[in-house]
């Protein structure tokens, strides 16, 4: 039989969405009362980085830690697929030897070629088109905070980038509006705005996107391996700052997050930030029970 992947949220359906959204939050309360739960005993995580990082990796490793398991972290520079060994060959291999595979990357395409030849579930922890597990925690979140967001009207300010794709398919599972504001020639992916278009609008005003918001979301402005651009960025990107005025336009009790690390005084201010709107920190607490959530789906059914 197959291994079940998670390259992006399409490979969830929605209810499995939903229900893996409530066990994460069942597991966060089982961890924070100390319980011992620990359903991967002995069962191993491979995690290639070929980006750099800080809550993806730490949470994986806590969370397959907390379950019994072990992480391995495999940098671009420890293996072979860093000296050119095909994509196919390292997949074989490793998953070979353990039970899943995480990998946050650049092209799309590796993860999907890594995920072909592999036996075991692949997880794509980020890649330049899609940032899957990122929008668990977000949407965990959310529903925490909130109820479902069934319904809301959410609002991304900022590049079309892997953060907002993968808000667009949340937004087909989950059932609420987007809106995308961004400056011309930031659009997110056409095709995929266009096969979701009854719930998706592409807007180039912040202040008018954000009217009547439920949820805003923001990113920094220039993405890892975009760093030569910032100047340029920092002023195509001038009145998409979310701050006290732009949240003012949303819903009294709307919510701020942000996928971190921010930039504050650039995509958002730092009083929004330590707002008591702003979820952020427990968006990013929730990157370790949304994903131990995920592990548990893909190896224990």
């Known amino acids: 039989m197959s291994p079940r992947h998670f390259l992006t949220l399409k490979d969830l359906s929605s ?22 739960y620990e359903p991967l005993k002995s069962r191993v995580l491979a995690m290639i980085f070929e980006k750099s990082s800080t809550r993806t990796r730490v949470s994986f490793e806590s969370g397959m830690a907390q379950f019994g398991g072990h992480a391995l972290f495999l940098s671009s520079r420890d293996t072979q697929l860093g000296r050119g060994e095909p994509i196919e060959d390292s997949a074989r291999v490793i998953s070979s030897m353990v039970d899943a595979v995480m990998i946050r990357t650049f092209e ?15 997880i794509n922890a980020l890649t330049d088109d899609y940032h899957p597990c990122q929008l668990l925690a977000d949407m965990q979140t959310y529903q925490e905070h909130r109820g479902s967001i069934e319904g809301k009207k959410v609002v991304w300010v900022g590049d079309g980038n892997n953060m907002c794709n993968s808000y667009i398919n949340a937004a087909a599972l989950l059932n609420f509006t987007l809106v995308i ?3 011309k020639g930031y659009e997110p ?11 998706v609008t592409v807007v180039h005003s912040a202040i008018d ?24 960025r ?14 003012a336009q949303a819903h009294n009790d709307a919510l701020f997050m942000h996928c971190l690390p921010a930039h504050r005084g650039e995509e958002v201010s730092a009083d929004i930030m330590d707002d008591p709107d702003s979820v952020v920190w427990d968006e990013a607490e929730n990157r370790l029970h949304a994903q131990k959530a995920l592990l548990e789906f893909l190896l224990c059914q």
Do not use: W
């Open 189 to 199: 992916n056409p095709t995929l705005v266009e096969e979701n278009k009854e719930r």
């Open 181 to 183: 504001a961004c400056p």
């Open 209 to 232: 996107a954000a009217k009547d918001a439920d949820l805003i979301v923001t990113d920094v402005f220039a993405s890892m391996g975009q760093e030569d651009e910032q100047e340029k």
């Open 234 to 247: 920092l002023k195509d990107f001038e009145g998409f700052q979310v701050n006290k005025t732009l949240m």
């Open 108 to 122: 799309h395409s590796i993860v999907e070629t890594f995920a072909q030849y592999s036996s075991v579930p692949v």
């Open 15 to 36: 209810e499995e969405l939903k229900q893996l959204l409530s066990r994460a939050t069942e597991l966060k309360k089982i961890h924070l009362e100390g319980t011992l």
